[in-house]
């Protein structure tokens, strides 16, 4: 496997997740029933809407994914919608200026995906006084917003972690060594370590030879470098790599092949399910075995359609959206066992523990 800079990972990414995002799986998502919360029967009183679509960070595959969720569900709904993105670049303090913006210039709603809204109490207190329905993706519940849609995070830091103890078992590994990285500077990642740390915490069998915090800004090469040092360091003693999400996990991942390493000698997890991830996963050798695939055009798709149901069609919030977190189910994705079809989004298959519950079922 040839080495990539940072610039042609993210384009091939993006390039691999937006045609994915657009392919005809997705698309009969939405042609599909409507969600069990629409109302048909509930004419709605304002078609045309002006939508605030706030990012803190466009650039990354989750944000693009939503958003290529959302413009999908908007084009089949036919609304006219006058929609605004903005794209604050990764920096916190301009998202919370561009929620101020929108409040000023008195749009109708705002969708803000992936924000560090704990560095926008300010903007939130104007977005509360000025009335205006709020919705967030990912960013944690924090009023005045109506809900957050996201995938429990905690259940996905078990997953990923209890796959990566039970893996190194059934290798016969009972005496383990593991590598991991951590990123806490969004609440998903945080929350996936702190329960990672919990799972080792009673699998007092596993050694975690070394940890490295990562930020946002560099993260590919940072976690191909300190990869590499690992491996020049402790050599085969790596039994596994735990990553927060899919994209260290491809930078550790590349980092072993490029060592000669192959997923006999060590073995990665990460978090998300994207699409290019999820295809190299499909290579027997790849380093790269398991990975939770977040639904992230659905979350798109969802918060329009929650949108058109309150400022759309005047229902009430709370019959609408009864509890302030939504949580999506990430299904575990495990190479080899329940890969999802050719052609159809990676959280589109069937759960890795699904298929247990499912095979113990007694057949009528």
């Not at 919608?81 to 303090?93: E, I, N």
């Not at 972690?161 to 590598?179: D, F, H, M, P």
Request: glycine content about 8%; aromatic content about 10%; overall charge negative.
């Amino acid at each position: 496997m040839s080495k990539v800079t940072r610039r042609e990972f993210l384009v091939a990414s993006a390039l691999g997740a937006a045609g994915l995002a657009f392919s005809g799986s997705v698309t009969s998502v939405f042609a599909r029933n409507p969600f069990a919360h629409v109302r048909p029967d509930v004419p709605r009183q304002k078609k045309e809407l002006k939508i605030a679509y706030l990012c803190q960070q466009l650039s990354a595959q989750s944000n693009q994914r939503v958003k290529a969720g959302f413009e999908n569900w908007l084009k089949a709904s036919g609304l006219p919608w006058d929609v605004t993105v903005t794209d604050a670049k990764g920096d916190p303090g301009q998202l919370s200026a561009t929620i101020e913006d929108a409040v000023s210039r008195g749009v109708d709603a705002i969708i803000v995906t992936f924000g560090t809204l704990t560095a926008a109490q300010g903007a939130l207190q104007a977005v509360a006084k000025a009335g205006i329905p709020m919705l967030s993706v990912d960013s944690g519940y924090y009023p005045p917003a109506i809900c957050d849609i996201a995938s429990n995070n905690y259940v996905m830091g078990s997953h990923m972690t209890s796959y990566l103890v039970q893996r190194l078992l059934g290798e016969g590994k009972t005496e383990a060594n593991i590598c991991t990285i951590t990123a806490n500077f969004h609440h998903g990642t945080r929350k996936r370590g702190k329960v990672r740390d919990a799972v080792l915490s009673e699998n007092e069998n596993i050694k975690v030879l070394a940890d490295q915090v990562i930020q946002y800004e560099g993260f590919f090469e940072t976690t191909l470098n300190t990869v590499n040092d690992w491996i020049n360091r402790y050599g085969e003693d790596i039994d596994a790599i735990w990553c927060p999400w899919d994209e260290p996990a491809q930078a550790a991942s590349q980092a072993l092949v490029s060592q000669g390493m192959t997923v006999k000698d060590a073995f990665v997890v990460g978090a998300d399910g994207h699409p290019p991830a999820v295809e190299e996963m499909r290579n027997p050798d790849y380093p790269m075995v398991a990975t939770p695939a977040q639904a992230f055009e659905l979350w798109g798709a969802l918060a329009g359609s929650f949108v058109d149901e309150i400022v759309g069609k005047g229902r009430p919030a709370k019959e609408v959206v009864p509890v302030p977190q939504v949580d999506f189910p990430a299904p575990f994705i495990v190479k080899g066992v329940n890969m999802p079809p050719e052609g159809k989004m990676p959280w589109e298959t069937v759960d890795f523990y699904q298929l247990f519950f499912e095979q113990a079922m007694v057949k009528e």
